[in-house]
C-alpha cells in the first residue's frame, strides 16, 4: 500500500508512478474529493474515481489516436484539472509530459515542440490551437492535436484536431471492448529517473495527511479532510517531465 513509501529506498515498488497512485487512491478514497475549480463563481469537484475514470477515458483515446510508450505530449494552457489530468494520461502510457506556458508566442512553443521532439499536443482553447497551426509546418513530428475548450473551433476542419471529449468517448469505447489493455500499460514501469522520487514522495506525503487511515486523525489534528491533487505544479514539472524554462 501507499503507507510502505519511505524517504530512502524507492518506496513501494508496485505504487512507484503517478498513475498507479491514482488507480490506488480511486480505490481507497473513492469518493472523497481528489480536486476542485471554481468555475462561473462555483466551485467544481471531482472524486478519486472520477478522476480516475476521466483519465483512463483519455489515456485510451490518446492510444486509439496513435499515442504509443515513449511519446512526447505537449501540454499548453492554464493550471486546471484537465490537463493535469492529460499528464498522468500520457503517464499511464509510457509518455512524456511536455508541460509549456500558455502565454508563450509561437516561435517559443517552436523551439520546445521540436526540440522536445512531440508528436501530440493537449491544448486549452482556441488560442492555443491557432499558436500551434502557426508552427506545424516547422514541427513535422507533431501530428495530433487535442483541445479542451471547443468555443471557436466548431469551423476547424483539419483532421489532426480532436476535441478533449470525443477522445475520451473513444477512450471509453475501447475500455470496453478491452478492460485490461490499460492496466497492463500502467504496469509495465516508471518511466522516470531518479528525479522523479522526490515529487512521489512529497505528494505521496500530502495525500496520507489528507486522507489518514480509518479511525487516525491528520497531522494537522482534523479528521479526513480535502485531498489535493498529487500530480507535480508547473515549478516543479520540469523536474520529472521536459519543461519549459525561463
Not at 37 to 60: N, P, R
Not at 171 to 198: N, S, V, W
Not at 206 to 213: A, D, G, M, W, Y
Amino acid at each position: 500500500m501507499v503507507d510502505s513509501a519511505t524517504d530512502g529506498g524507492g518506496g513501494d515498488s508496485a505504487l512507484d508512478t503517478f498513475p498507479k497512485l491514482l488507480l490506488n487512491n480511486a480505490v481507497r478514497f473513492r469518493d472523497a474529493h481528489a480536486t476542485r475549480e471554481k468555475e462561473f463563481g462555483i466551485w467544481q469537484s471531482w472524486t478519486w474515481h472520477e478522476l480516475s475514470e476521466g483519465v483512463q477515458d483519455l489515456a485510451c483515446g490518446l492510444a486509439e489516436l496513435g499515442f504509443q510508450r515513449g511519446d512526447k505530449i505537449a501540454i499548453i494552457g492554464d493550471n486546471r484539472p484537465r490537463l493535469y489530468a492529460a499528464m498522468c494520461a500520457a503517464q499511464a502510457l509510457g509518455g512524456i509530459p511536455v508541460p509549456m506556458y500558455q502565454d508563450a508566442v509561437a516561435n517559443e512553443l517552436q523551439y520546445v515542440v521540436d526540440h522536445a521532439e512531440v508528436r501530440f499536443a493537449i491544448v486549452e482553447n482556441q488560442e492555443q490551437v491557432d499558436k500551434l497551426l502557426e508552427i506545424k509546418d516547422s514541427c513535422p513530428r507533431l501530428e495530433c492535436i487535442v483541445y479542451a475548450n471547443t468555443r471557436g473551433l466548431r469551423n476547424y476542419e483539419q483532421d489532426f484536431l480532436h476535441s478533449y471529449q470525443d477522445v475520451q468517448e473513444k477512450g471509453r469505447a475501447r475500455r470496453q471492448k478491452d478492460a485490461a489493455f490499460l492496466t497492463g500499460e500502467i504496469a509495465k514501469g516508471k518511466g522516470f529517473g531518479y528525479r522523479h522520487h522526490p515529487l512521489y514522495l512529497r505528494n505521496h506525503r500530502q495525500t496520507q495527511r489528507r486522507h489518514p487511515e480509518p479511525g487516525q486523525h491528520s497531522r494537522d489534528g482534523q479528521e479526513h479532510g480535502e485531498s489535493g491533487w498529487f500530480a507535480p505544479g508547473r515549478r516543479s514539472s520540469r523536474l520529472s517531465t521536459h519543461g519549459m524554462g525561463r
